[in-house]
């Protein structure tokens, strides 16, 4: 089995990639030229890497035989981003990997989504708008599936990420982290689960329809605040944590949705359940992060 991995270097990328390797997939791995690939050190000898800002994507699928498309590739819009930056990235990029995927009769396109709502920023609106065309589109032979992934955290994440972050900022030891009030609810899973839901959709793509839709998560919310409270706990028995949790001192974005749990009923029929609990996710995480 051949797989055209797309954000190979990236938090989940990088978790596929070294589980598709595992399971002795030929992997094609494409980054960006400037990406730092430290999460796959051990895996660049591996897997054959291509520069995605260099290479003509088609010539890819001319050169080599490929089963499935995994596209994790995903730009969160950070730091007033430019909108035609963000869409590039998460709209054109994917649309021409998925008409090629059409064009080369791939089996499986298999595409990474969020649960946000399509209209609560340009990152949710430029991903909603790829899977538009991927319903557009699902009429020919390649299958696709998209999933809608829910709050995801683990060792290696990006700092930049509110989880990965927090936790850097403890580890500083700054005086004070302002925070929302954190009654909002979130959907944590972690990263290995993640990685094993994917596997289950590829062993059974088989029997979906032409167009598939899995939402991904623990199935369960918990507040922020409380969320954070476990980690600061965890965090505190190696380290003495004199900062202080500012919950309050910073509103809520415009349609904030206070509730966000993902509906893992469609995954469980297949078989898939997460198997790291909360508590030992947030202990793995800070492991990988202070080794």
Known sequence: MTVLLTGATGFLGSSLLKKFLKENYEVIALKRKESDCYRVTNELDRATFYNADEVDLADIFKHHTIDIVVNTVTDYGRFNKQIS?????????????????????????????????????????????????????????????NIKIEHMYG????????????????????????????????????????????????????????????ELGSGHSIEVKEFLSIIYTQLSISQPLNTKLDFGAIPYRPNEKMDMQADISKLNTLGWKPNITLENGIKNTLQGILI
């Not at 580890?171 to 959907?187: E, H, M």
Request: glycine share 2%.
């Open 85 to 145: 930056s963000i869409i590039s990235t998460n709209l054109l990029f994917g649309l021409k990997l998925l008409e090629l995927s059409i064009e080369n009769n791939i089996k499986l396109f298999l595409n990474t989504d969020t649960l946000l709502e399509r209209n609560i920023n340009p990152y949710s609106l430029s991903k909603a708008q790829l899977v538009d065309w991927m319903k557009f589109l699902s009429s020919h032979t390649t299958k696709m599936v």
């Open 155 to 214: 060792p290696q994440d990006d700092t930049t990420k509110f989880v990965s972050w927090f936790i850097e900022q403890l580890k500083a030891d700054v005086k004070t982290i302002p925070l929302t009030s954190g009654i909002q609810k979130r959907d944590f899973i972690y990263i290995d689960d993640i990685v094993d839901a994917f596997m289950t959709i590829i062993l059974n793509y088989n029997a979906f329809p032409s167009y598939e839709e899995f």
